[in-house]
């Protein structure tokens, strides 16, 4: 089992909003022993940062890896998911084995892709415990404001909604957010093979399509990829399977990710479900229903799953 020993830990429930946030992670990079680059690709509508760090000696014109969370500013399980991604590469430990891989391939992170829905869920915590901060300042869900597929005939009402009360809407059109278009900048300038964009919670691993439940061009081979992620989870093993399988949505990430550059873009759900029959306190809190309950455990469950995806983009597995 990958560990992250001797790396820094913090965790987003600890962290007192976004820019403590945002002081942990840039200090965490900067003292990196591997080649690490430190981005602002982007600011958020209220004017945050939005970072990547990318690690690695790579060519950089070769195809490398993305991961991504916090696109729904309180799924905070999945913030803690990629952050113990970027500290197994960084950590002294592993060493070895991420030279090894950031050599091929360079490894890309964007933890914090949706800041003042972050910002927002930290404040609700701390003033009433419940949180519903899914959405960026404007109200847009930004994993519907992508441009594949973005004005669906029919289809599940949660695929994306035109209307602004919702939990899904898509924004006024595509890209029509400056987080969203962050994204496409950097993937626009960025050689990617693989994309992992993690969220909470589900205990499921997806590809392409998002949209439609047809199998797209890669399906096998994406599917054989999602099937090696989940032989190395310990603990739960996870579905696996198309994301319309899982949630059909459109103007989705992935989709625009697969279709429009090639990428082989995968989604992470990290953790059970966190609504329990049992505690009232659970009933009305999509904080707590992103949230699963062991954490921890999820997080553990899914590392050398992650540490695989890169490898395979690094072309050291099939």
């Not at 790396?7 to 600890?14: I, Q, V």
């Not at 930290?122 to 959405?135: D, I, P, Q, T």
């Not at 999509?286 to 995806?309: G, H, Q, R, T």
Request: charged residues 25%.
């Amino acid at each position: 089992m990958a560990t992250t020993a001797g790396a820094a830990k913090a965790r987003f429930k600890n962290f007192s909003g976004y820019k403590d946030f945002e002081d942990h992670f840039l200090a965490l990079c900067e003292n990196a022993k591997v080649p690490a680059e430190i981005s602002k690709i982007g600011e958020s509508v209220e004017g945050r940062a939005i970072w990547t760090v990318s690690l690695g000696d790579a060519d950089p014109s070769a195809p490398g890896v993305l991961y991504s969370s916090l696109t729904h500013g309180h799924e905070f399980v999945a913030g803690d998911m990629c952050l113990d991604v970027l500290r197994w590469f960084l950590s002294p430990e592993n060493r070895d084995a991420s030279i090894e891989m950031l050599s091929r391939a360079r490894a890309h992170f964007l933890p914090v892709a949706n800041p003042d829905a972050n910002e927002r869920a930290h404040r609700e915590l701390r003033k009433y415990g419940v949180s519903f901060a899914r959405k960026n300042a404007n109200g847009v869900d930004l994993n519907r404001n992508f441009p594949a597929h973005f004005y669906p005939e029919g289809g599940s009402p949660v695929m994306a909604s035109n209307l602004p009360f919702t939990l899904v809407y898509r924004g006024e059109g595509p890209l029509s957010e400056p987080e969203s278009r962050a994204f496409r900048d950097f993937v626009e300038k960025t050689p990617l093979r693989a994309s992992l964009a993690i969220h909470s919670p589900g205990r499921f691993i997806g590809y392409p399509f998002c949209h439609t439940n047809a199998p797209c061009p890669h399906s096998k081979e994406m599917r054989a990829i999602a099937d090696a992620m989940r032989a190395r989870q310990p603990f739960f093993k996870y579905r696996v399977g198309s994301e319309f399988t899982y949630l059909p949505t459109s103007g989705d990430l992935d989709d625009w990710l697969y279709e429009e550059h090639g990428i082989f873009a995968f989604l992470l759900e990290v953790g059970k479900l966190g609504l329990r029959f049992e505690d009232p306190a659970t009933w009305l809190n999509m904080y707590a229903w992103c949230n699963a309950p062991e954490a921890e455990k999820e997080i553990a469950n899914n590392l050398d799953a992650c540490v695989y995806f890169a490898r395979w983009a690094a072309g050291l597995e099939k």
